[in-house]
Every structure is written in structure tokens, then in C-alpha cells.
């Protein structure tokens, strides 16, 4: 009998919603005029309150706000998607969907009152999932993965409160490792390896706070030993030893905070500022986010 009674309520919701819906006054987009943020018809003074339409196009406004269903189009690296999602008093709430235009899922968003949270979900045309993010309140916080076309795994990493956190790990194709290391507030903290297409190591070394910190080992492309380096505070500091294929020494060099030294410790060339590769690396992956990418083109249509 309850369950009777659920099913009743629901479908005289749906017809009390249904007629409201058809009710709503319906013109086209191309009437469309804004107005401090405000939506009126053209040649119109009051706020316009209904729906509109255009090719592909669906909106809709209360006072001149939008407030339910929105459909459209944008642009993204030269391509066309379409989106879909709805506003509550001119904020975006619930769940967001981004199409191809054959109708295939792009990416699957979720708001919280303007605010991206949940995990939010990318696919490739093909339907194979491309990878998540998660976020709360608005920033990234949990589990980060990609993948390739061809489902396998290129990226895992974990954020808090919006900074990596924890290990990081990116492979090359089929999954072979190509780096593995460790974050902490956002900065690389601990030991780092990076790897070849080959699965051989190129090098291995630690960073503390962005910075690297003790020896430091380069190989040769056959995995041998090429170099080792000392660094203290991100400089080199210590003796640089340099390896050929044999494994014999063919150079030693002394530097004192970056700067390099003769045998009399004078200074025989200066430090230079030195941009660390693999930290600008993942500062260049954090700025190529997709949820920004996505929530910036929402949030500036009109």
C-alpha cells in the first residue's frame, strides 16, 4: 500500500511539473538581450521569465535569471561539445553533462551550488573512460587518474585539500613506469626515479620541499652508471663524478654551492639560476587541469 501511495505522489508530481512546464512562456534565443547580467527580450523593460530556444539550444529564466534546464554549445581546443545541466537562482547545481555531438558522453561534472565536488568523470569519443578527478568544495581532493585511448593507466596521483599529496606515478605506453615520486603540500618531497620506454632507469634522487638534496644518479640509455652528483638546497654541492660505459672515472668536478671550484677552492665558474625540469614539469601539469579547463568555459557563458 506505501509503496502504491510513493508511486501515486510521483506521478501526480510529474503532471503538476509537466504543466508548469508547458505553461512557461517559450521564445527565441535570438530575442535575447543582457542587461547587467540580466535577461530581457528585446524592445522589453521587465525581466524576462520562460524558456528559450534556438538550434540545439534550450534556456531557461525566472526574472530574468537562469533558473532550470540550460542546453548549448561551446568550444574546446577548436572542437564543438555540447553541454547540459541546470541552474538554481543563477547557480549551477547537480550534475553537469558534456557531450560529443553524436551524443556520447564527454565528461561527467558535478556541482555544488557553483561549486565542482564529487568526482568528475572524462571519456574519450570512443566511450573509453579517459579519467577522474576528485573534488571538494570547489578543489581537488582525492584520487587523480588518467588513461590512454586504449585503457592503459598514464597517470595516478592523489590531491589534499587541493595540493598532490602522497606518491605520484606516470607510465609510458602498456604501463611501463616512466616516474614514480613523492609530494607533500604540493612540493616534491622524498625519493624520485624516472625511467625509459625501455623500462631502464635514467635517474634516481631525492627532493626536499622542491628541491633536490643529496646523490643524485644519471645513467647511460643501457642503464649504467653516467653520473652521480651532490646537491645540498637544490645546488650542486660536492663532488660531480662522471662514468663512461666501462664504469671507469673519466672526470671528477668539485662545486661549492652551485658554484663550480678548482682544487684550491677558488671559483672557477659561477652559478647560473638553475630551473629544475621536473618540478616546472608538474607545475605545468597542475595548470593543465581539466576540471579548470571545464568549470572556466561554464562559468563565463552567458
Not at 581537488?140 to 587541493?162: A, F, M, Q
Not at 607533500?184 to 626515479?193: A, E, F, P, R, V
Request: overall charge positive; proline content about 1%.
Amino acid at each position: 500500500m506505501k509503496k502504491e501511495w510513493v508511486i501515486s505522489c510521483s506521478i501526480v508530481y510529474m503532471i503538476l511539473f509537466n504543466l508548469s512546464f508547458s505553461n512557461l512562456r517559450k521564445e527565441s534565443v535570438d530575442k535575447k538581450s543582457i542587461k547587467n547580467q540580466i535577461v530581457y527580450l528585446q524592445n522589453e523593460q521587465k525581466p524576462f521569465t520562460g524558456q528559450l530556444f534556438g538550434l540545439g539550444i534550450k534556456e531557461q529564466y525566472e526574472t530574468g535569471v537562469k533558473n532550470g534546464f540550460f542546453q548549448g554549445f561551446f568550444y574546446d581546443g577548436g572542437k564543438k561539445y555540447i553541454y547540459e545541466g541546470n541552474y538554481i537562482n543563477g547557480i549551477k547545481h547537480g550534475t553537469w553533462t558534456l557531450k560529443y555531438l553524436n551524443g556520447e558522453i564527454r565528461a561527467a561534472l558535478k556541482y555544488n551550488y557553483d561549486k565542482p565536488y564529487g568526482q568528475w568523470t572524462y571519456f574519450f569519443e570512443s566511450k573509453n573512460i579517459e579519467g577522474y578527478e576528485s573534488l571538494e568544495d570547489g578543489i581537488l581532493h582525492g584520487k587523480l587518474v588518467r588513461y590512454s585511448e586504449t585503457g592503459d593507466l598514464i597517470i595516478r596521483t592523489n590531491y589534499l585539500n587541493g595540493l598532490l599529496d602522497g606518491e605520484t606515478t606516470f607510465f609510458h605506453k602498456k604501463e611501463i613506469l616512466e616516474t614514480l615520486t613523492n609530494f607533500k603540500y604540493g612540493k616534491i618531497d622524498g625519493s624520485i626515479k624516472i625511467f625509459s620506454s625501455d623500462g631502464l632507469q635514467i635517474l634516481e634522487g631525492n627532493y626536499k620541499n622542491d628541491k633536490r638534496e643529496g646523490v643524485w644518479k644519471f645513467f647511460y640509455k643501457t642503464g649504467d652508471l653516467k653520473t652521480l652528483v651532490n646537491y645540498k638546497n637544490g645546488l650542486k654541492d660536492g663532488e660531480v663524478i662522471i662514468y663512461d660505459k666501462a664504469g671507469l672515472i673519466v672526470q671528477k668536478i668539485k662545486f661549492i654551492k652551485g658554484n663550480e671550484i678548482d682544487s684550491d677552492g677558488k671559483v672557477t665558474n659561477k652559478n647560473s639560476e638553475f630551473k629544475d625540469p621536473i618540478v616546472d614539469r608538474f607545475k605545468k601539469f597542475n595548470r593543465n587541469l581539466k576540471y579548470e579547463v571545464y568549470d572556466k568555459i561554464l562559468s563565463e557563458m552567458e
